[in-house]
């Protein structure tokens, strides 16, 4: 159940991260409404994530996998470029959550 959490806090940032390029700077309502309501569901999904994780593990896992899921949703629907210089970076940051989590996890 807490990696069912931790997977749902990084949808719910996500989406919120996702979302800032649409309240422009915080001037457009709705979007800014969304944005800081995901991060709300985000950050109250990660506090109950951390009852049973370790906070250097979920952060990661957080952190890390969030940043590869922005890096392909601005790729693939924000118009971003995707260089091989960020695939090597994001592939570089999976592989030390991977790193993290079978090391700390235990």
């Given at each position: 159940?807490?990696?069912?959490?931790?997977?749902?806090?990084?949808?719910?940032?996500?989406?919120?991260?996702?979302?800032?390029?649409?309240?422009?700077?915080?001037?457009?309502?709705?979007?800014?409404?969304?944005?800081?309501?995901?991060?709300?569901?985000?950050?109250?999904?990660?506090?109950?994530?951390?009852?049973?994780?370790?906070?250097?593990?979920?952060?990661?896992?957080?952190?890390?996998?969030?940043?590869?899921?922005?890096?392909?949703?601005?790729?693939?629907?924000?118009?971003?470029?995707l260089t091989?210089?960020?695939?090597?970076?994001?592939?570089?940051?999976?592989?030390?959550?991977v790193?993290?989590?079978?090391?700390?996890?235990?």
């Amino acid at each position: 159940m807490p990696y069912l959490f931790l997977a749902l806090a990084i949808t719910a940032e996500v989406i919120g991260t996702s979302l800032l390029k649409y309240t422009d700077g915080f001037s457009r309502l709705w979007p800014t409404v969304g944005s800081l309501g995901m991060y709300g569901v985000a950050f109250a999904l990660l506090a109950q994530t951390l009852r049973t994780i370790p906070v250097g593990v979920a952060y990661a896992m957080w952190s890390g996998l969030g940043t590869a899921a922005i890096v392909a949703i601005g790729a693939a629907f924000l118009g971003e470029p995707l260089t091989v210089t960020k695939v090597v970076g994001v592939s570089l940051v999976i592989a030390g959550v991977v790193v993290l989590n079978l090391g700390g996890a235990h």
